[in-house]
């Protein structure tokens, strides 16, 4: 079991940036692939960025793609998503999610989520 508490969020002006922080319980955190997805009002929840295990690997969403940095330490069983260049369309609930398995851009693949945290970006 994984537990898996998201922070960082707030309100930002456009232009501006943002790191979130996901921190993990457990001592198996280096096992899991992590990655974050986003949910914004009246949309499905969408994937945004992934990272391997040991952090050599990553991708994106075409729309976070060079503004938004994924990232981890497995010494402090934390990821990161680092965002610059915020634009009002990035305003979302924010979850990490952690798989046994290889990251993928599905929402399903992921076994463990945490609760989310919201990222307002002002215009």
């Known amino acids: 079991q994984v537990q898996l508490v998201e922070s960082g969020g707030g309100l930002v002006q456009a232009g501006g940036s943002l790191r979130l922080s996901c921190a993990a319980s457990?001592?198996?955190?280096?096992?899991?692939?992590m990655a974050w997805f986003r949910r914004a009002p009246g949309k499905e929840r969408e994937f945004v960025a992934d990272?391997?295990?040991?952090?050599?690997?990553?991708s994106y969403a075409s729309s976070v793609k060079g503004r938004f940095t994924i990232s981890r330490d497995n010494a402090k069983n934390t990821v990161f998503l680092l965002m610059n260049s915020l634009k009002p369309e990035d305003t979302a609930v924010y979850y990490c999610?952690?798989?046994?398995?290889?990251?993928?851009?599905?929402?399903?693949?992921?076994?463990?989520w945490g609760q989310g945290t919201q990222v307002t970006v002002s215009s």
């Open positions: 990272i391997n295990r040991i952090g050599s690997f990553t």
């Open positions: 457990g001592r198996t955190f280096s096992s899991y692939g």
């Open positions: 999610a952690a798989s046994w398995g290889d990251t993928t851009m599905v929402e399903s693949d992921y076994d463990y």
